[in-house]
């Protein structure tokens, strides 16, 4: 699964989850959905880490080649939806002290 890049491919991913899960109860029957979020949490995280390291390595090469910052990707919409998204998840699955 790569970076999510809109908000429409979050909703997707979520439907998408959500018919697994109704498709293929059994499959999740021994695993605790808050953990599963957990887990999603974790990945976000993860990639969010990942987008803002990148963002840190363009901006280091932006001023060796003395190139202006709008050369560079914009990342604060792909963080913001997977803060979003992380931010669902701990209150849906009341994961707040997470």
């Known amino acids: 699964m ?3 890049k ?3 491919d979050f909703e997707t991913n979520l439907y998408y989850a959500g018919n697994d899960i109704m498709e293929h109860p059994n499959k999740y029957v021994l695993k605790d959905l808050r953990q599963v979020a957990r887990e999603w949490i974790e990945y976000y995280r993860k990639e969010i880490n990942i987008l803002e390291e990148r963002d840190k390595e363009y901006e280091a090469e932006d001023i060796i080649a003395d190139r202006p910052p709008c050369a560079r990707p914009d990342i604060s919409n792909e963080v913001a939806i997977m803060r979003g998204g992380i931010a ?6 009341n994961l707040e002290d997470d």
């Open 2 to 4: 790569g970076v999510l």
């Open 6 to 8: 809109t908000l429409k």
């Open 88 to 93: 669902v998840l701990k209150h849906f699955f």
